[in-house]
């Protein structure tokens, strides 16, 4: 054959092959990124045998992958906000409580346990506290003595219970430790078991011998007495 129709054929078979690539290349499928792409090559007997180191049989096309470890460029999302934690406020401390201050006492002192003279312990009249009470005899003189313990020294009151069914008031000398505090007329009350009482402002001192004596000062003697009631004052 005539070398120039076989170097035309030869250049028909190379560009018959390079539109096969091309085809090959536009119609091939999608592969996954970095997957090889294998582009067949045209056969050694296409080839003409006088040109060197001809072309591999085939072509591997590495396609770019996107880089491992990036990270998007959005900002992180910010932590999650505690929100602060406040305190109850403290209620303040309450001052200590102050001892209530002592109040003082009222006790009762019976007088048919009293030391009496010019009289007797009777029960024949009701309304009486203990177990009686005292009756005076009609006579000047007669007395009715209490001996009252004082755990401090001070005033206080001496309030006497009394019942006095006569017509004429009662009129008695009330002394403290052997005193002169008060003159005092018992007055008439609605019959012998009408009981009332009568106040009388007195002072004691502390200790276990302070007494308190009602003394009959005319001849109709005193009152019936049942009591007196003495408020201590506080220690």
């Known amino acids: 054959m005539d070398r120039r129709l076989k170097r035309a054929m030869i250049g028909g078979s190379t560009c018959a092959v390079a539109v096969l690539v091309t085809t090959l290349l536009v119609s091939q499928p999608d592969e996954p990124l970095s997957a090889k792409i294998t582009v067949p090559q045209a056969q ?5 045998p006088g040109i060197r180191n001809p072309p591999p049989t085939s072509v591997s096309v590495i396609l770019p992958a996107p880089p491992v470890g990036t990270t998007s460029d959005a900002p992180p999302p ?29 006790v009762d002192f019976q007088a048919e346990q009293a030391r009496i003279h010019k009289g007797s312990v009777q029960s024949n009249h009701s309304g009486f506290t203990g177990s009686g009470f005292v009756d ?47 003159s005092v007329a018992f007055p008439v009350t609605n019959g012998w078991s009408d009981w ?16 308190i004596k009602v003394i009959a000062t005319s001849d109709n003697g005193g009152p019936n007495l049942d009591k007196v009631t003495v408020v201590l004052p506080p220690s």
Not at 79 to 100: G, I, N, V
Not at 151 to 163: E, L, P
Not at 196 to 211: E, P
């Open 44 to 48: 050694d007997a296409d080839i003409d």
């Open 136 to 182: 005076y005899v009609n006579e000047r003189g007669g007395s009715v003595e209490w001996i009252v313990t004082a755990t401090a020294t001070g005033r206080t009151d001496a309030v006497f219970r009394f019942a006095n069914g006569s017509n004429a008031p009662r009129p008695t000398a009330i002394t403290v430790n052997g005193i002169l505090v008060a």
């Open 196 to 211: 009332r009482t009568l106040t009388v402002h007195i002072s004691l001192l502390t200790g276990s011998n302070n007494s």
């Open 78 to 106: 910010p932590p999650p906000r505690t929100p602060p934690t406040t305190s109850a406020p403290r209620e303040p401390l309450a001052p200590p409580a102050r001892p209530a201050p002592a109040q003082p006492v009222p």
